[in-house]
């Protein structure tokens, strides 16, 4: 068995997909130690696997950091952004499961399901 979280990040501002947007996965280990696991950047024409994993010691906690400054700053569209970037934390339980992480970001706020 394995499970996967496969995710999104739709654009508010500009109603469409954030494709381009680049992200950084953290594992976070005892809630204090943190573990580069992957950068890459958001395409909306892939699968956008963010994790995957197959055995009980690659589940646990996470946080994807999306660098939305970068991101907006690219529609030259004088966008003032509130932070460079934002941390949005998650946790991978069960191995059986698949599950999709929707974030909708704005230069301002985001939000997120699970």
């Known amino acids: 068995m394995s499970?996967?979280?496969t995710f999104a990040v739709h654009d508010e501002?500009?109603?469409?997909y954030a494709e381009g947007i680049k992200y950084d996965l953290?594992?976070?280990d005892n809630n204090t130690n943190r573990i580069h696991v992957k950068n890459d950047t958001f395409t909306k024409n892939n699968s956008n696997v963010l994790l995957h994993a197959h055995t009980n010691e690659e589940l646990g906690?996470?946080?994807v950091i999306l660098y939305i400054k970068d991101y907006f700053d690219k529609f030259n569209e004088n966008i003032h952004v509130q932070n460079s970037?934002?941390?949005v934390p998650?946790?991978?339980?069960e191995?059986?499961?698949d599950y999709e992480l929707?974030?909708?970001i704005t230069p301002t706020s985001y939000t997120c399901t699970l």
């Open 85 to 87: 970037r934002i941390t």
């Open 90 to 93: 998650f946790g991978m339980n």
């Open 3 to 5: 499970g996967k979280i």
């Open 26 to 28: 953290w594992r976070i």
């Open 95 to 97: 191995l059986d499961k």
């Open 61 to 63: 906690s996470f946080e």
């Open 102 to 104: 929707n974030i909708f």
């Open 13 to 16: 501002l500009h109603n469409q």
